[in-house]
């Protein structure tokens, strides 16, 4: 099956500072890339969609400035929190998409963000 | 619009069955997902329903009404280990995924 690894699984900051986390699709040509945040007993919240090589497209209320998407490849995307406050603590996913209009969407297993 | 719904929160005693519910409104639809996530992990893949009616894998089963918007997924020989929360998803017609809110699934000895 497909496989999607994020790095790192757990992350802890200073408010202020800006962490990025790495999405691969290490099996599989992903053309798409989503990114979502989950807080604790809630559901998962899409925050972005990428395709490889165009931007990123935001989902209304996440800001696109403080959470800076690049798909530079097919197998890699990179989610940058800039500028972390404690509000931005939550579990981050990734999930990743091979050809246009496959349905399949595959987890990465999620990184843990949590800014002091 | 983006409505779906699934109750919050479900409990079944080991080795029964529980039947969990999810209710959707979508102008596009391009099929309906079942998602099991544990605590502090990723959601992995349970089952897929483009078409009406009952899909089953092995202790999983997926069904899909379209007129009705509507989708369960049944958990037979239940075990400890399926305690979780349970996500149903629908896929709309640019093929993004809508999720519920999903149904913490706790299960007793």
């Known amino acids: 099956g497909a496989v999607v690894s994020q790095h790192p699984s757990r992350v802890i900051c200073k408010s202020g500072t800006s962490v990025k986390i790495e999405c691969r699709s290490l099996?599989?040509?992903?053309?798409?890339m989503f990114w979502y945040r989950q807080f604790p007993k809630k559901s998962l919240m899409l925050m972005a969609t990428?395709?490889?090589?165009?931007?990123?497209?935001?989902e209304q209320g996440v800001e696109k400035d403080k959470f800076l998407i690049n798909h530079a490849s097919l197998t890699l995307s990179t989610l940058t929190v800039t500028s972390a406050h404690p509000e931005d603590s939550s579990f981050y996913i990734c999930?990743?998409?091979?050809?246009?209009?496959?349905?399949?969407?595959?987890f990465g297993p999620g990184t843990r963000l949590t800014v002091l | 619009g983006q409505n779906i719904d699934q109750p919050t929160e479900m409990t079944a005693t080991e080795g029964a069955i529980v039947q969990i519910n999810c209710t959707y409104q979508?102008?596009?639809?391009?099929?309906l997902f079942w998602y099991q996530q544990h605590a502090g992990e990723a959601p992995t893949f349970l089952s897929y329903?483009?078409l009406d009616g009952l899909e089953e894998k092995g202790r999983f089963s997926s069904f899909l009404s379209r007129s009705k918007g509507y989708s369960y997924l049944l958990l037979k020989e239940l075990q400890m280990k399926d305690s979780a929360s349970y996500l149903c998803a629908y896929m709309d017609s640019n093929y993004q995924l809508i999720w519920g809110a999903g149904t913490k699934l706790i299960i007793k000895p």
């Open positions: 979508t102008s596009g639809f391009n099929g």
């Open positions: 329903n483009v």
């Open positions: 099996d599989f040509q992903a053309t798409t």
């Open positions: 990428s395709n490889e090589g165009s931007k990123a497209t935001y």
């Open positions: 999930s990743a998409r091979g050809l246009a209009g496959e349905t399949e969407q595959f």
